[in-house]
């Protein structure tokens, strides 16, 4: 059964259902050590079988490594090779970059990158915007096919594409149980031509036959990562009872199409709108599911089958916010359920330095804070003063000529600000927006009501000249903090 393929980029090629490499990770959890000679060779069945495209990362264990002895083998046929690069927050060099460029490209024992993905911890603090800016570099040189983003909600994959960085792709969450990428962002990639790359389309294997029926698992007992994680999310979604609604539904449509459950998982997936591929975890030389997966390019779902789907997730809860939330804010849908696996410490997004009176303050870094003498905001006592603030970031205009992406971005770094002086965005009691254009008003101001909603504060929103022809809002906030 031949497998349906897309072209993701000029020259590059892919498979829709990706074999993705996570759980060697977990199988070389506690010190163990995978044969990676096996490991190379138990990939070939994949290519063999028209499944040419794998997904990893650079913590993924010796994920990479084992590309590069898929590599060398005798007769190994051409296949495309993604992976990912997942900084520690803080400061990113143009040095660091191209160390961890270097470091995938010996491993992997390659001299292009077919896609790299990029994940950012948090989009307060502006080295994102930097790394994405080197990595570019790296692409231009021909030593990265393709850039693509990784856990990205859609205002920054928005921000990140107004600024000029050439997202192919987004890989993030999306299953029967979290459909967040059906929403904003499926429709933003679908006008834009970026492909989302859904992973977790199985649940950590929770949705296939081997889970119909059963009883609730207890989350100590669990076996892998993937299941821990996934169990989270499906306690987020309505827990087990509304979660084996969907599993039973899945069931009925896949006994009436002759296929799997997890075909039918996949298949949901693989329809909605902008999805480009669907990942399918693999245990290398433990596992293969090569047969099954190649089914899903043999069925789809009838008006039926989408209608019995339908039902049974009116039954699931929504997973709050937009994709990759999980990683930045509770609920931590990780498999330990925070952000202690992944970091030792989070740095402020900027430096605080004592002023007078008592007084603390950060800067952004622009030139204009020097020029003119200001902080980019001061804390005096409980008080938190942002001054006006526009997308500006050193020498550089973010988010180009797309008044949502620059609010974003200006919103950011007052965010940024307010938690590098010991706030939160839900002590903002009051924000002022200026507007260089009237027309661009319902653009910002929805940039402002994705982010103050649920906050409220105290708001004033006019039309004023800036300063620069370039800058189309600017905005400035005041924040109380509790005690």
Not at 50 to 72: C, N, P, Q, W
Not at 146 to 174: E, K, M, W, Y
Not at 385 to 391: E, F, Q, R
Request: glycine residues 10%.
């Amino acid at each position: 059964m031949s497998v349906d393929r897309i072209t993701l980029a000029p020259g590059l090629t892919m498979a829709r259902a990706l074999t993705g490499l996570w759980q060697v990770a977990d199988m070389e959890r506690d010190g163990r050590t995978l044969d990676l000679d096996a490991a190379a060779r138990s990939m070939q069945p994949y290519v063999d079988g028209g499944l040419t495209t794998f997904d990893m990362a650079d913590h993924y264990g010796s994920a990479e490594d084992i590309v590069g002895r898929y590599r060398k083998l005798s007769g190994a046929k051409p296949a495309q090779f993604f992976t990912k690069w997942v900084p520690k927050p803080g400061p990113v060099t143009r040095t660091d970059v191209r160390e961890a460029v270097t470091r995938a490209l010996t491993r992997m024992q390659g001299e292009r990158i077919d896609l790299l993905q990029f994940h950012a911890w948090r989009f307060t603090d502006p080295s994102w915007l930097d790394a994405l800016g080197y990595l570019d570099e790296c692409r231009k040189e021909g030593l990265i096919g393709a850039l693509g983003a990784c856990n990205f909600d859609t205002a920054h994959v928005a921000v990140a594409v107004a600024s000029g960085i050439p997202f192919v792709s987004n890989q993030v969450c999306c299953s029967l149980i979290d459909r967040r990428a059906t929403g904003k962002l499926g429709a933003y990639a679908e006008s834009h031509g970026i492909k989302v790359l859904a992973y977790g389309t199985l649940a950590g294997g929770f949705l296939s036959d081997t889970w119909l029926g059963k009883p609730e698992p207890e989350m100590e007992r669990l076996a892998t990562w993937s299941q821990m994680k996934y169990k989270r999310f499906i306690d987020t979604a309505g827990g087990w009872g509304a979660f084996q609604r969907v599993l039973h539904a899945a069931s009925s449509v896949a006994k009436r199409m002759n296929v799997s459950i997890a075909n039918v998982a996949s298949r949901w997936v693989l329809e909605q709108p902008g999805v480009g591929g669907v990942i399918i975890g693999a245990r290398l030389s433990q596992s293969a599911h090569v047969d099954d997966t190649q089914r899903l390019f043999g069925f789809a779902l009838d008006a039926a089958a989408k209608a019995e789907l339908a039902e049974a997730l009116t039954h699931l809860s929504p997973i709050p916010g937009d994709c990759g939330d999980e990683y930045r804010k509770p609920p931590y849908l990780t498999a330990s359920g925070d952000l202690s696996h992944h970091l030792a410490s989070l740095p402020t997004p900027y430096r605080v330095m004592a002023g007078p009176h008592g007084r603390q303050q950060v800067k952004s870094g622009t030139s204009w804070e020097t020029m003119y003498g200001y902080a980019r905001a001061v804390r005096a006592g409980n008080r938190i003063n942002v001054s006006g603030t526009t997308a500006s970031h050193g020498d550089q205009l973010i988010g180009g000529t797309d008044p949502y992406a620059q609010a974003v971005f200006a919103l950011d770094k007052v965010q940024g600000a307010i938690e590098s002086l010991g706030g939160a965005l839900d002590d903002v009691v009051r924000t002022r927006v200026f507007v260089s254009k009237v027309a661009n008003w319902e653009a910002v101001a929805r940039a402002h009501g994705e982010r103050f909603g649920a906050i409220t504060p105290a708001n004033t929103l006019v039309e004023a000249r800036l300063v620069g022809d370039e800058f189309l809002v600017e905005i400035e906030a005041d924040a109380e903090l509790p005690g």
